[in-house]
């Protein structure tokens, strides 16, 4: 029986009623739920009628706690926004990555263990655990001394860099996502079972080093049930910690053997069914152990749906649309998906439960970037952040007991796999004429309009040969004013380029600062130019028109 939350019937009475106090005794413990690829429609309480898949438990810890309703990862896609909430910081200010080999095989980036999450939370003397998808670039040993491959990883010796070095006290991973090889857990390190096999799965096929007896429909009962030995592990004695990083919704759209045919939607709706039984198991745990009342639990996504997933289990160029025909939108009232610009990509759920402290049933419409985990937590666990800490960081602590008030962070900046996009209250500025998707991308395909007829309308429209200053106005950028907006259907950068220049601006200060909060300046790792004609990023057509 389909259950919808009507969070609009909260009336202010119930919040002024509520005056929790943050402060205690002692620190709360936290628990963080990071899905991949869940779409904000794909969520009951959030898609409503437009939402064809039953999420109980998420929707349950909604009602008993807090929505929020502009929540941002700081890209559209997996690594840069995994590494922005780690850190606080923006993930374009780190240089590119070393030691990298293909897919999960992706090395770390030079500093992004500097500061962590978990280092935060160890100095307020929490326990740390990470259970899940990784993805955050790892060191492993080679059978000669090379770059980390499909044929020289020697299994047998434990990672040489991971969790460890991010601050985890405790750690089970998976280096990549599912469909990522290799395919194959790693326990505080070691390498678990006979990584001997080659294997792939649906979407994409990926055929590469796997565990002998490794199954992609086992993978998330399996992070269920470490998650929950972490927790019954833990004691009101000491605080704790957990990041829960599922690998679903991602493709390859593998639902455990109980959970298929339980949604009418279809094999897409059994997998998000079971990403939202994550919830229940945690809650469990939690109550089992009797620390539900002192711990914060977030729920979030990593970035919207990918237009390539839905009931085909391989990946299939605009799939996503043959949901939304049945009548379930995963991006919910947006536009665009996964990779993009739009907020179909870039606006994800953020929910937040903690009894006694956030009112049941609130909403907060505030602009928040999960690079603000950093200050949040840090303000939790009563550690002051150095000077060079989370520089992209704010807290929204202040927002949990009083909803209702203006959050602290009125500018946030975000990119699709090679645009900029930057907020400065409900305008937004899309830096590209289109959704922001690599010139040839078949993934992305259904991030309307593609880049190839995009750029030549907007080249037909300049008629001239564009150079970079070009390239920072209209027909070149998009502004959206999201208040009366929220679909993107109107550019207003024709008739707003004063509001444009301004936004522009905005970006080019966050990046000669080296942050976006107070603060003394300090340099990113690499340097950064806004736009480059000779980026090859950009369409082929473009450097010819420019060239011309």
């Given at each position: 029986?389909?259950?919808?939350?009507?969070?609009?019937m909260?009336?202010?009475?119930?919040?002024?009623?509520?005056?929790?106090?943050?402060?205690?005794?002692?620190?709360?413990?936290?628990?963080?739920?990071?899905?991949?690829?869940?779409?904000i429609?794909d969520?009951?309480?959030?898609?409503?009628?437009?939402?064809?898949?039953?999420?109980?438990?998420?929707?349950?810890?909604?009602?008993?706690?807090?929505?929020?309703?502009?929540?941002?990862?700081?890209?559209?896609?997996?690594?840069?926004?995994?590494?922005?909430?780690?850190?606080g910081?923006?993930?374009?200010?780190?240089?590119?990555?070393?030691?990298?080999?293909?897919?999960?095989f992706?090395?770390?980036?030079?500093?992004?263990?500097?500061?962590?999450?978990?280092?935060?939370?160890?100095?307020?003397?929490y326990?740390?655990?990470?259970?899940?998808?990784?993805?955050?670039?790892?060191?492993?040993?080679?059978?000669?001394?090379?770059?980390?491959?499909?044929?020289?990883?020697?299994?047998?010796k434990?990672?040489?860099?991971?969790?460890?070095?991010?601050?985890?006290?405790?750690?089970?991973?998976?280096?990549?996502?599912?469909?990522m090889?290799?395919?194959a857990?790693?326990?505080?390190h070691?390498?678990?079972?006979?990584?001997?096999?080659?294997?792939?799965?649906?979407?994409?096929?990926?055929?590469?080093?796997?565990?002998k007896?490794?199954?992609d429909h086992?993978?998330?009962?399996?992070?269920?049930?470490e998650?929950?030995?972490?927790?019954?592990?833990?004691?009101?004695?000491?605080?704790?910690?957990?990041?829960l990083?599922?690998?679903?919704?991602?493709?390859?759209?593998?639902?455990?053997?109980?959970?298929?045919?339980?949604?009418?939607?279809?094999?897409?709706?059994?997998?998000?069914?079971q990403?939202?039984?994550?919830?229940?198991?945690?809650?469990?745990?939690?109550?089992?152990?009797?620390?539900?009342?002192?711990?914060?639990?977030?729920?979030?996504?990593?970035?919207?749906?990918?237009?390539?997933?839905g009931?085909?289990?391989?990946?299939?160029?605009?799939?996503?649309k043959?949901?939304?025909?049945?009548?379930?939108?995963?991006?919910?009232?947006?536009?665009?998906?996964?990779?993009?610009?739009y907020e179909?990509?870039?606006?994800?759920?953020?929910?937040?439960?903690?009894?006694?402290?956030?009112?049941?049933?609130?909403?907060?419409?505030?602009?928040?970037?999960?690079?603000?985990?950093?200050?949040?937590?840090?303000e939790?666990?009563?550690?002051?952040?150095?000077?060079?800490?989370?520089?992209?960081?704010?807290?929204?602590?202040?927002?949990?007991?009083?909803?209702?008030?203006?959050?602290?962070?009125?500018?946030?900046?975000?990119?699709?796999?090679?645009?900029?996009?930057?907020?400065?209250?409900?305008?937004?500025?899309?830096?590209?004429?289109g959704?922001?998707?690599?010139?040839?991308?078949?993934?992305?395909?259904?991030n309307?309009?593609?880049?190839?007829?995009?750029?030549?309308?907007?080249?037909?429209?300049?008629?001239?040969?564009?150079?970079?200053?070009?390239?920072?106005?209209?027909?070149?950028?998009?502004?959206?004013d999201?208040?009366?907006?929220?679909?993107?259907?109107?550019?207003?950068?024709?008739?707003?380029?004063?509001?444009?220049?301004?936004?522009?601006?905005?970006?080019?200060?966050?990046?000669?600062?080296?942050?976006?909060?107070?603060?003394?300046?300090?340099?990113?790792?690499?340097?950064?130019?806004?736009?480059?004609?000779?980026?090859?990023?950009?369409?082929?057509?473009?450097?010819?028109?420019?060239?011309?």
């Amino acid at each position: 029986m389909k259950r919808f939350l009507h969070f609009g019937m909260l009336v202010g009475v119930t919040l002024l009623s509520i005056q929790p106090a943050l402060a205690g005794d002692s620190h709360p413990n936290v628990v963080f739920i990071l899905a991949d690829d869940l779409g904000i429609g794909d969520v009951e309480c959030y898609g409503g009628e437009r939402c064809l898949i039953e999420t109980p438990n998420i929707d349950a810890l909604a009602a008993s706690g807090l929505r929020f309703t502009d929540a941002h990862p700081s890209a559209s896609y997996c690594g840069p926004t995994r590494q922005a909430l780690m850190t606080g910081r923006y993930p374009w200010r780190f240089a590119k990555p070393t030691n990298n080999g293909p897919w999960g095989f992706c090395g770390p980036q030079p500093n992004s263990e500097k500061y962590t999450l978990a280092k935060v939370m160890k100095r307020g003397g929490y326990q740390t655990g990470y259970v899940g998808k990784w993805h955050l670039g790892t060191i492993m040993a080679t059978t000669d001394g090379r770059t980390q491959g499909l044929a020289n990883v020697d299994f047998k010796k434990p990672l040489q860099y991971g969790p460890r070095q991010f601050g985890f006290d405790e750690s089970f991973i998976l280096p990549g996502s599912l469909d990522m090889y290799p395919y194959a857990f790693a326990r505080n390190h070691v390498w678990q079972g006979d990584v001997s096999a080659l294997k792939g799965w649906s979407a994409f096929n990926r055929v590469g080093p796997a565990e002998k007896d490794f199954q992609d429909h086992e993978v998330l009962e399996t992070l269920y049930g470490e998650a929950e030995s972490f927790i019954e592990k833990q004691s009101s004695d000491r605080p704790f910690f957990l990041f829960l990083a599922l690998t679903a919704p991602h493709t390859p759209t593998s639902p455990g053997v109980d959970w298929r045919g339980k949604s009418e939607l279809g094999v897409y709706g059994d997998f998000v069914m079971q990403v939202d039984h994550s919830v229940e198991r945690v809650m469990n745990a939690l109550k089992q152990q009797g620390l539900e009342q002192n711990t914060l639990v977030l729920f979030s996504s990593d970035h919207g749906p990918a237009a390539y997933a839905g009931n085909i289990l391989k990946a299939t160029p605009g799939q996503i649309k043959q949901l939304e025909a049945k009548g379930h939108y995963p991006s919910g009232p947006h536009r665009g998906y996964k990779f993009s610009v739009y907020e179909g990509g870039l606006r994800v759920p953020l929910i937040a439960h903690w009894p006694g402290v956030i009112p049941a049933e609130s909403t907060c419409d505030a602009l928040i970037g999960l690079n603000d985990l950093m200050s949040t937590f840090a303000e939790l666990a009563d550690v002051k952040l150095r000077d060079d800490e989370g520089p992209d960081s704010i807290s929204f602590v202040p927002l949990l007991s009083h909803p209702e008030k203006p959050g602290g962070r009125t500018k946030l900046v975000m990119q699709s796999v090679v645009s900029w996009v930057v907020r400065d209250g409900n305008w937004k500025l899309c830096m590209c004429p289109g959704s922001g998707v690599p010139a040839a991308s078949e993934p992305a395909v259904g991030n309307d309009p593609m880049p190839v007829v995009a750029w030549r309308n907007a080249l037909s429209q300049f008629k001239g040969k564009p150079t970079e200053t070009d390239l920072l106005k209209y027909p070149f950028v998009q502004l959206f004013d999201l208040s009366s907006d929220p679909h993107e259907d109107v550019n207003l950068a024709a008739d707003h380029p004063d509001r444009v220049a301004r936004m522009v601006a905005i970006l080019t200060e966050q990046i000669e600062a080296g942050r976006s909060t107070p603060g003394p300046a300090f340099a990113n790792d690499s340097p950064i130019k806004i736009v480059n004609l000779s980026d090859k990023r950009l369409p082929e057509f473009v450097h010819e028109s420019a060239t011309k």
